[in-house]
């Protein structure tokens, strides 16, 4: 009879080279799929890299899809550290938009070095308050926030909806439903090609490590998420904390989601994300809420993505093929973490 | 043979490194109520667990009626006979009592509630374990869903009930009662194992004992044929000194008044009701009575993490009903607090030593930013001198035995250099060995001065080593009483209520 | 406005929404989130689909479905129940591996009818008797029948878990996994049972949407509907009866704007999208709020259950 135990002997290099075979495994059950589709699994995986850094053009694609990634990822990591489970990244993205795109389009003749700030600190404010809401009841009533942040994510997606199909609808885009382009002003400057995201990024990434490693707040976020009473216990003020770090968490949402409209869509649309949100959630988990692991991951994902929208032309394989790809990938990673702390034991009889 | 009802035989079962039971031989009879003896971690859990079918053995076999079985999980112990109550009830708690008992069980697919509530009130009252078959679990009294346990197991039919550490949660008279339906279960035929560590209820009800040390059997021996004494030597392994002293010191000045402080829960129950007592300087009080009588929100209370609804809480003259431990500490009042629930509320079990030290003294540190590095050095002065038992500081503290981390709180409090210091139930779960050093070190601060209230279950220890005893019931203040002047048993009526018109020659 | 005929078309569009929430209560009762379930609705949709465009037989069409979504279902319990992933982050991928699949499989479904035999089966069907009941008969009982197909699996489904042995094994499970371990009960099993036939329910929601109600296969036909199921549950306090009126009502949001348009009232569509998500918020704080604990989620509700736990 085989059961199952838990087991204490598996040590870090144990566990990466567990999740590189489950990649691997990944790679391998996705090739069989390409196979299905008449191809050939080594080509495509070829293309796929040559399309996401094969030319500096396409390098750069990918680093603009890894850019909101990581934030939206870091910001999900603080509130994951408390165990707040913020599945409401995605809301939070929009949310920051929606706030940094109203300076944007009634200020958008404001000189580019006072706009732009102002749209990235309204893009944190926007995203930040949107994440304050169920913290506060968090905080009052113990109410579910995996379910209440859910929830806000579809208000905050129809409300852009909203504005994009009404009242800030672009009156001469010839009746299709678009809110009007950012002017220049209002447009991230670029750094060697790349809006200047990727900088933000990179020094996120370290501040974040700093933040939650070596910061009294960062300590606080750390033991509430081990037990509340043992917070309490040591005098910490629990429902303040969880605010303060919600705010955090949202208010970098929303900086992902001001980057992605002023850097790449240069407008506010509700297909600013494309369910960022819920990726970054994935991302954060197999990252293990590591901040530098989350860069890493980030950009593996992006690789996907981008990859996979190469093949696209290149093959002419649907985005829903890379869709499954993708889920095929996580699903594996996610199911050999059960290597990594169970395994099976067989009993005598 | 015809008699034994169940026999393991070299029963063998680790955990990681750890051999929790080795070759353990046991046989329980028919009508007999049989006690597994030892410390915490001796063992005694795991070998029930198997028997119940919640662990599995690594080797050795497991006899029902003579007839080898394998328990492969808790239904295949149902139905070969065995139940098991646990310490913690596995009750859900928005079922009724009825539902709790039938769950699980093979029956028509439709649930005929009438008929089911008669069914159970009837055989309720039979075994004398009063319950309402349709009150909602989480409307239940502790003792109450103890019974509700009992009749879950025996209304599956189970001959060989196995009870553990079922007198943590009562008073001395209902473990009284309790005692009286294991005896009457016996006389029918039953085997009843009791899981304990209490020396004085072996002696009491059992009929034979097996004591366990170290995952193995030390010793079976009837009870006519022992004492406290030769058990406890089996226990811990060698002749040890069963009574703790006391440390006479002079009393000085109040550091700690209470008055008349009350407070309400959570279902709005009074929890504290009109509770008032003094602590001095170096002395030790102890706090008697049944969990649950309100000791547990009464230090809270004083640590600032309960609410108060009135009465004054004095620390050296400044009142801090109200405030929070933050608060507190702004105050500048050093008090210490070892709670009862050591990894979930005065440690962070993730994280190591260094940063459980830290949860007392990060506040203190200016700035925005955490300085490890003397932290670090005042986690390895509490290593040493409390000779905890762990690879380095860096270790996590969950993975520590239960002695060290308890070691570690009370540690990290000792080192604040507090004023008083509150401690729960400082050495529930520690080997002999770790509670007498836990005594030392209360004595040790009592010399230096610091005021100690101390919450105990064991009233021996209660008993011989503090100055004055509160017993607690029901969230009042029954008594306090000189322990050198009061007997046990009348320590065991207050807990129950009587005050002292009704119990003789006890005052303080 | 007609409101008999506004009610009418309200239970019809709800009804995917019953389905998938029904079948969302069955695997939250088990204790297990499944945020899959948008994926789980397309995959029986596709399948759906494609079993009936295949057969041309209503019942085989049916079966397709709540195959296609109970396979997906499978996949959802071997990850949380077997390997004891992380419940929320393994729904969201199979949400995207649903959406990508059904894509995939549905690509060359653009475009295609729906066969007759199909169509007819689901016309409008009178309940004898029932149908003439005044308002109550003219909103209910003249629907098709997959819409009464509902009805009796929501019903079916409160007896179940209210009244029988199986739904009270199941709500130990969900509540406290090591109680219901401990009374013999295999919760493994009740976990894969229930989380199967939970996908199966999803499934049929999806596929009534591709065969009934619009009908027709179109990428993402389900438009967020799974979501809403998700909100639904909630909204519903995990209720099979309450369940049934809250889908007609948020069925009956779902075409209001449109309807309002007709009588020159513009409120947005998109504010109106709003409402139930806003409408469960609402709940989700007042059940918080009042802590009646026979409202809460199941309090396993996310954790992976494994017995020897040390």
Same mark, same amino acid.
């Given at each position: 009879m085989i059961r199952m135990a838990e087991r204490n002997d598996v040590t870090e290099k144990k566990a990466v080279l567990i999740r590189i075979f489950a990649v691997t495994l990944a790679l391998l059950t996705s090739g069989l799929f390409i196979m299905f589709l008449g191809h050939n699994p080594i080509d495509v995986y070829i293309s796929m890299l040559e399309g996401s850094f094969g030319t500096l053009y396409r390098f750069r694609e990918t680093v603009v899809k890894t850019v909101p990634l990581v934030i @939206?990822?870091? !910001?999900?990591?603080?509130?994951? +550290? /408390? +165990?707040?489970?913020?599945?409401?990244?995605?809301?939070?993205?929009?949310?920051?938009?929606? *706030?940094?795109?109203?300076?944007?389009?009634?200020? =958008?003749? /404001? =000189?580019?070095?006072?706009?732009? =700030?102002? /749209?990235? *600190?309204?893009?944190?404010?926007? !995203? !930040? *308050?949107?994440?304050?809401? =169920?913290?506060?009841? +968090? !905080?009052?009533?113990? @109410?579910?926030? @995996?379910?209440?942040?859910?929830m806000l994510n579809y208000i905050a997606i129809k409300w852009v909806t909203y504005l994009q199909y009404g009242p800030w609808k672009d009156p001469s885009a010839n009746g299709f439903p678009k809110i009007a382009t950012f002017s220049d002003n209002a447009t991230l400057p670029k750094l060697l090609g790349i809006n200047i995201g990727w900088v933000i990024a990179i020094i996120l990434v370290i501040l974040v490590h700093i933040f939650i490693h070596n910061t009294k707040k960062g300590y606080e976020i750390e033991v509430i998420g081990e037990s509340e009473n043992t917070a309490r216990y040591a005098g910490i003020n629990v429902s303040r904390t969880i605010m303060e770090a919600m705010f955090l968490s949202g208010g970098l949402c929303g900086l992902a989601g001001i980057i992605q409209a002023s850097g790449v869509n240069n407008t506010l649309s509700v297909e600013l994300s494309g369910g960022m949100g819920y990726t970054a959630i994935i991302v954060t988990w197999l990252s293990q809420l590591s901040a530098p692991l989350i860069a890493l991951v980030s950009f593996l994902f992006a690789l996907l993505i981008q990859g996979g929208s190469y093949i696209q032309t290149a093959f002419q394989i649907p985005q829903s093929a890379a869709d499954i790809m993708q889920g095929i990938i996580l699903l594996f990673v996610l199911g050999c973490e059960f290597f990594i702390n169970y395994k099976f034991v067989r009993k005598k009889q | 043979m015809g008699n034994t009802l169940v026999r393991m035989e070299n029963i063998t079962k680790v955990f990681g490194s750890v051999a929790a039971n080795k070759d353990i031989n046991l046989t329980v009879n028919k009508g007999e109520i049989h006690s597994i003896l030892g410390e915490n971690g001796a063992g005694k859990s795991t070998l029930m667990n198997i028997l119940s079918g919640v662990y599995s053995p690594d080797s050795g076999s497991i006899f029902i009626k003579d007839n080898k079985v394998s328990i492969n999980s808790p239904k295949d112990a149902i139905n070969l006979g065995i139940g098991m109550i646990y310490q913690h009830f596995k009750l859900v708690d928005i079922l009724t009592a009825k539902e709790n008992i039938i769950a699980g069980q093979k029956g028509k697919v439709f649930i005929n509630s009438k008929k089911l509530s008669e069914e159970i009130k009837e055989l309720s009252v039979k075994m004398g374990l009063e319950i309402d078959p349709d009150r909602k679990v989480y409307n239940m009294s502790v003792a109450e869903k103890q019974r509700l346990e009992i009749l879950k197991v025996l209304y599956r039919g189970a001959e060989v009930l196995i009870l553990d550490e079922p007198t943590a949660v009562l008073t001395p008279q209902e473990t009284e009662k309790l005692f009286n339906i294991i005896k009457k279960m016996r006389d029918e035929g039953s085997a009843i194992i009791i899981i304990t560590h209490k020396l004085n209820e072996v002696m009491e009800v059992s009929d034979r004992v097996t004591v366990l040390r170290n995952g193995e059997v030390v010793g079976t021996v009837k009870k006519e044929d022992t004492n406290e004494r030769e058990l406890a030597n089996l226990m811990v392994g060698h002749a040890i000194d069963l009574s703790v002293k006391r440390l006479e010191v002079e009393k000085k000045s109040k550091t700690l008044c209470v008055k008349n402080l009350c407070a309400f829960n959570k279902e709005n129950i009074k929890i504290l009701n009109n509770i008032s007592f003094d602590v001095h300087q170096g002395e030790m009080l102890g706090v008697a009575g049944v969990a649950g009588s309100g000791q547990k929100e009464l230090c809270d209370a004083i640590a600032g993490l309960y609410p108060v609804s009135s009465g004054e809480i004095v620390f050296q003259n400044k009142n801090i009903v109200g405030k929070n431990p933050g608060d507190i500490i702004k105050m500048g009042i050093s008090m210490g607090f070892v709670p009862e629930d050591r990894l979930g509320m005065g440690l962070v079990g993730s994280m190591d030593i260094v940063d459980n030290v830290l949860l007392k003294y990060y506040k203190k540190q200016k700035g925005l930013m955490i300085k490890r590095k003397a932290v670090g050095v005042k986690a390895e002065n509490i290593v040493e001198k409390l000779n905890i038992s762990t690879p380095s500081v860096h270790h996590p503290v969950k993975k520590l035995s239960g002695g060290n981390i308890q070691k570690v709180l009370l540690g990290r409090e000792i080192g604040l250099n507090p004023k008083l210091i509150i401690t729960a139930y400082p050495a529930r779960g520690l080997d002999i060995g770790s509670a007498h050093m836990v005594y030392n070190l209360l004595n040790e601060q009592k010399a230096k001065g610091v005021a100690i209230l101390f919450v105990g279950e064991d009233l021996d220890v209660l008993m011989q080593l503090c100055d004055r005893v509160m017993v607690m019931c029901e969230g009042k203040v029954v008594e306090i009483v000189d322990p050198r002047k009061c007997s046990k048993s009348d320590i065991g009526l207050m807990m129950a209520g009587e005050t002292l018109e009704k119990v003789a020659g006890c005052d303080d | 406005m007609n409101v008999i005929s506004f009610l009418n078309a309200a239970v019809q569009a709800g009804t995917p929404l019953l389905f998938a929430t029904l079948g969302e209560i069955l695997t939250e009762k088990a204790g297990n989130l499944n945020l899959g379930a948008e994926g789980t609705m397309l995959i029986g949709a596709v399948a759906g689909f494609l079993a009936g465009m295949s057969t041309a037989n209503p019942f085989l069409a049916i079966l397709g479905a709540a195959a296609g979504g109970a396979f997906f279902g499978a996949i959802y319990a071997f990850l949380t129940v077997t390997l004891k992933a992380n419940q929320v982050v393994t729904g969201l991928s199979l949400t995207i591996l649903g959406t990508g699949i059904s894509s995939f499989v549905g690509k060359g479904l653009n475009g295609m009818v729906v066969p007759d035999p199909i169509k007819s089966f689901f016309t409008i069907k009178k309940v004898p008797l029932l149908g003439d009941i005044p308002f109550i008969g003219d909103v209910f009982f003249k629907q098709n029948l997959f819409v009464y197909l509902g009805y009796i699996t929501a019903i079916i489904l409160f007896i179940y878990i209210y009244k029988t042995r199986f739904g009270l094994n199941l709500r130990m499970v969900g509540e406290n996994p090591s109680a219901a371990d401990a009374s013999g009960i295999n919760v493994d099993l009740y976990k894969y049972v229930h989380i199967l036939l939970g996908g199966a329910l999803s499934g049929l929601g999806g596929a009534y949407l591709s065969l009934v109600y619009v009908p027709a296969w179109q990428e993402n036909v389900t438009a967020g509907r799974g979501w809403i199921a998700v909100a639904l549950v909630i909204f519903a306090t995990w209720n099979p009866l309450k369940a049934l009126f809250s889908s007609y009502f948020f069925g009956g949001l779902d075409i209001l704007g449109f309807r309002l348009q007709k009588y020159d009232m513009h409120v947005s569509q998109y504010m109106i999208d709003m409402l139930p998500y806003a409408a469960t918020i609402f709940v989700l704080i007042m059940i918080s709020m009042r802590k009646k604990k026979e409202y809460m989620p199941p309090k396993e509700l996310g954790n992976a259950y494994f017995r020897e736990e040390r």
């Amino acid at each position: 009879m085989i059961r199952m135990a838990e087991r204490n002997d598996v040590t870090e290099k144990k566990a990466v080279l567990i999740r590189i075979f489950a990649v691997t495994l990944a790679l391998l059950t996705s090739g069989l799929f390409i196979m299905f589709l008449g191809h050939n699994p080594i080509d495509v995986y070829i293309s796929m890299l040559e399309g996401s850094f094969g030319t500096l053009y396409r390098f750069r694609e990918t680093v603009v899809k890894t850019v909101p990634l990581v934030i @939206t990822s870091l !910001g999900i990591l603080i509130a994951f +550290k /408390m +165990k707040f489970w913020n599945i409401g990244a995605e809301g939070q993205i929009y949310m920051g938009a929606f *706030l940094g795109s109203f300076f944007a389009l009634k200020f =958008p003749n /404001m =000189p580019k070095g006072l706009l732009i =700030p102002i /749209m990235i *600190l309204a893009g944190i404010v926007g !995203g !930040g *308050l949107y994440g304050l809401i =169920p913290a506060f009841f +968090k !905080g009052k009533y113990d @109410t579910n926030e @995996t379910l209440f942040t859910l929830m806000l994510n579809y208000i905050a997606i129809k409300w852009v909806t909203y504005l994009q199909y009404g009242p800030w609808k672009d009156p001469s885009a010839n009746g299709f439903p678009k809110i009007a382009t950012f002017s220049d002003n209002a447009t991230l400057p670029k750094l060697l090609g790349i809006n200047i995201g990727w900088v933000i990024a990179i020094i996120l990434v370290i501040l974040v490590h700093i933040f939650i490693h070596n910061t009294k707040k960062g300590y606080e976020i750390e033991v509430i998420g081990e037990s509340e009473n043992t917070a309490r216990y040591a005098g910490i003020n629990v429902s303040r904390t969880i605010m303060e770090a919600m705010f955090l968490s949202g208010g970098l949402c929303g900086l992902a989601g001001i980057i992605q409209a002023s850097g790449v869509n240069n407008t506010l649309s509700v297909e600013l994300s494309g369910g960022m949100g819920y990726t970054a959630i994935i991302v954060t988990w197999l990252s293990q809420l590591s901040a530098p692991l989350i860069a890493l991951v980030s950009f593996l994902f992006a690789l996907l993505i981008q990859g996979g929208s190469y093949i696209q032309t290149a093959f002419q394989i649907p985005q829903s093929a890379a869709d499954i790809m993708q889920g095929i990938i996580l699903l594996f990673v996610l199911g050999c973490e059960f290597f990594i702390n169970y395994k099976f034991v067989r009993k005598k009889q | 043979m015809g008699n034994t009802l169940v026999r393991m035989e070299n029963i063998t079962k680790v955990f990681g490194s750890v051999a929790a039971n080795k070759d353990i031989n046991l046989t329980v009879n028919k009508g007999e109520i049989h006690s597994i003896l030892g410390e915490n971690g001796a063992g005694k859990s795991t070998l029930m667990n198997i028997l119940s079918g919640v662990y599995s053995p690594d080797s050795g076999s497991i006899f029902i009626k003579d007839n080898k079985v394998s328990i492969n999980s808790p239904k295949d112990a149902i139905n070969l006979g065995i139940g098991m109550i646990y310490q913690h009830f596995k009750l859900v708690d928005i079922l009724t009592a009825k539902e709790n008992i039938i769950a699980g069980q093979k029956g028509k697919v439709f649930i005929n509630s009438k008929k089911l509530s008669e069914e159970i009130k009837e055989l309720s009252v039979k075994m004398g374990l009063e319950i309402d078959p349709d009150r909602k679990v989480y409307n239940m009294s502790v003792a109450e869903k103890q019974r509700l346990e009992i009749l879950k197991v025996l209304y599956r039919g189970a001959e060989v009930l196995i009870l553990d550490e079922p007198t943590a949660v009562l008073t001395p008279q209902e473990t009284e009662k309790l005692f009286n339906i294991i005896k009457k279960m016996r006389d029918e035929g039953s085997a009843i194992i009791i899981i304990t560590h209490k020396l004085n209820e072996v002696m009491e009800v059992s009929d034979r004992v097996t004591v366990l040390r170290n995952g193995e059997v030390v010793g079976t021996v009837k009870k006519e044929d022992t004492n406290e004494r030769e058990l406890a030597n089996l226990m811990v392994g060698h002749a040890i000194d069963l009574s703790v002293k006391r440390l006479e010191v002079e009393k000085k000045s109040k550091t700690l008044c209470v008055k008349n402080l009350c407070a309400f829960n959570k279902e709005n129950i009074k929890i504290l009701n009109n509770i008032s007592f003094d602590v001095h300087q170096g002395e030790m009080l102890g706090v008697a009575g049944v969990a649950g009588s309100g000791q547990k929100e009464l230090c809270d209370a004083i640590a600032g993490l309960y609410p108060v609804s009135s009465g004054e809480i004095v620390f050296q003259n400044k009142n801090i009903v109200g405030k929070n431990p933050g608060d507190i500490i702004k105050m500048g009042i050093s008090m210490g607090f070892v709670p009862e629930d050591r990894l979930g509320m005065g440690l962070v079990g993730s994280m190591d030593i260094v940063d459980n030290v830290l949860l007392k003294y990060y506040k203190k540190q200016k700035g925005l930013m955490i300085k490890r590095k003397a932290v670090g050095v005042k986690a390895e002065n509490i290593v040493e001198k409390l000779n905890i038992s762990t690879p380095s500081v860096h270790h996590p503290v969950k993975k520590l035995s239960g002695g060290n981390i308890q070691k570690v709180l009370l540690g990290r409090e000792i080192g604040l250099n507090p004023k008083l210091i509150i401690t729960a139930y400082p050495a529930r779960g520690l080997d002999i060995g770790s509670a007498h050093m836990v005594y030392n070190l209360l004595n040790e601060q009592k010399a230096k001065g610091v005021a100690i209230l101390f919450v105990g279950e064991d009233l021996d220890v209660l008993m011989q080593l503090c100055d004055r005893v509160m017993v607690m019931c029901e969230g009042k203040v029954v008594e306090i009483v000189d322990p050198r002047k009061c007997s046990k048993s009348d320590i065991g009526l207050m807990m129950a209520g009587e005050t002292l018109e009704k119990v003789a020659g006890c005052d303080d | 406005m007609n409101v008999i005929s506004f009610l009418n078309a309200a239970v019809q569009a709800g009804t995917p929404l019953l389905f998938a929430t029904l079948g969302e209560i069955l695997t939250e009762k088990a204790g297990n989130l499944n945020l899959g379930a948008e994926g789980t609705m397309l995959i029986g949709a596709v399948a759906g689909f494609l079993a009936g465009m295949s057969t041309a037989n209503p019942f085989l069409a049916i079966l397709g479905a709540a195959a296609g979504g109970a396979f997906f279902g499978a996949i959802y319990a071997f990850l949380t129940v077997t390997l004891k992933a992380n419940q929320v982050v393994t729904g969201l991928s199979l949400t995207i591996l649903g959406t990508g699949i059904s894509s995939f499989v549905g690509k060359g479904l653009n475009g295609m009818v729906v066969p007759d035999p199909i169509k007819s089966f689901f016309t409008i069907k009178k309940v004898p008797l029932l149908g003439d009941i005044p308002f109550i008969g003219d909103v209910f009982f003249k629907q098709n029948l997959f819409v009464y197909l509902g009805y009796i699996t929501a019903i079916i489904l409160f007896i179940y878990i209210y009244k029988t042995r199986f739904g009270l094994n199941l709500r130990m499970v969900g509540e406290n996994p090591s109680a219901a371990d401990a009374s013999g009960i295999n919760v493994d099993l009740y976990k894969y049972v229930h989380i199967l036939l939970g996908g199966a329910l999803s499934g049929l929601g999806g596929a009534y949407l591709s065969l009934v109600y619009v009908p027709a296969w179109q990428e993402n036909v389900t438009a967020g509907r799974g979501w809403i199921a998700v909100a639904l549950v909630i909204f519903a306090t995990w209720n099979p009866l309450k369940a049934l009126f809250s889908s007609y009502f948020f069925g009956g949001l779902d075409i209001l704007g449109f309807r309002l348009q007709k009588y020159d009232m513009h409120v947005s569509q998109y504010m109106i999208d709003m409402l139930p998500y806003a409408a469960t918020i609402f709940v989700l704080i007042m059940i918080s709020m009042r802590k009646k604990k026979e409202y809460m989620p199941p309090k396993e509700l996310g954790n992976a259950y494994f017995r020897e736990e040390r």
